[in-house]
């Protein structure tokens, strides 16, 4: 019980360190508290010389909290509904395209360099959020591990490039450009929005969900047409 208090302990700590550090950096996207409480944690662990199997098993009730996370959002969600069922074609055509590109292009990518299919399917869920991702991977049998690394890359890359992209194109801070963020870069995208436009949050929540329910579907329909083959 103790051990596990002070794991526990240990990840707070970092955790409160890093989003200290986000607010003195003027939550600039690279300070994240996901990126740089994760690099603590990993120092911290290698430092102490903790076995990372027997931390992670014995904080998997962490987990829980990240499923309590997504639940909470249907709060937002309600805000963002109300404006895109008032031109909801659009909005669904913009999710459809940011699902199926993303997984797309990780289909014929995994092809091209002959990726296994156990780490295809760890990397096809990259661009939902972390829980749904997790999820879908483990349902799969997959490599958790590398969908994780598959999911934090996709969401830093997203945050860093697509208001670049968006801004060249002449879309300017708004609900188009939130909903783009979080349907691209999950919940690094809805920091970046909190972070620069924080009174379209619920946009980017909405694209971040909408883009994690759109990818279960195309995933399960995936593995059916797998199946049917």
């Not at 939550?27 to 990993?42: E, I, N, S, Y």
């Not at 292009?105 to 096809?124: E, Q, T, W």
Request: with cysteine; hydrophobic share 55%.
């Amino acid at each position: 019980m103790t051990e596990l208090l002070l794991l526990n302990g240990l990840v707070l700590g970092c955790y409160l360190l890093a989003r200290r550090g986000f607010s003195c950096s003027g939550r600039h996207v690279l300070a994240l508290p996901l990126l740089t409480g994760a690099a603590m944690l990993f120092v911290a662990v290698t430092l102490l010389r903790l076995n990372p199997q027997t931390l992670l098993a014995q904080m998997s009730g962490l987990r829980y909290l990240m499923d309590l996370a997504v639940v909470a959002m249907a709060i937002p969600l309600q805000l963002a509904g109300r404006a895109l069922m008032r031109q909801p074609a659009p909005w669904l055509a913009g999710l459809l395209a940011a699902g199926l590109g993303s997984m797309a292009c990780v289909v014929l990518l995994a092809n091209g360099l002959g990726v296994s299919p156990d780490d295809l399917v760890a990397l096809l869920p990259k661009a939902a959020t972390m829980p749904v991702a997790l999820g879908l991977a483990g349902q799969g049998g997959a490599n958790v591990h590398l969908t994780t690394l598959s999911v934090v890359m996709t969401g830093l890359a997203g945050a860093l490039w697509i208001p670049w992209i968006l801004r060249s194109c002449g879309v300017q801070p708004g609900p188009v450009h939130a909903f783009t963020l979080g349907a691209c870069a999950h919940a690094i995208g809805l920091v970046r929005v909190q972070a620069d436009s924080p009174q379209w949050q619920h946009f980017a929540i909405a694209g971040m969900c909408g883009n994690a329910l759109l990818t279960a579907l195309l995933m399960g329909l995936w593995w059916r047409l797998l199946n049917l083959g």
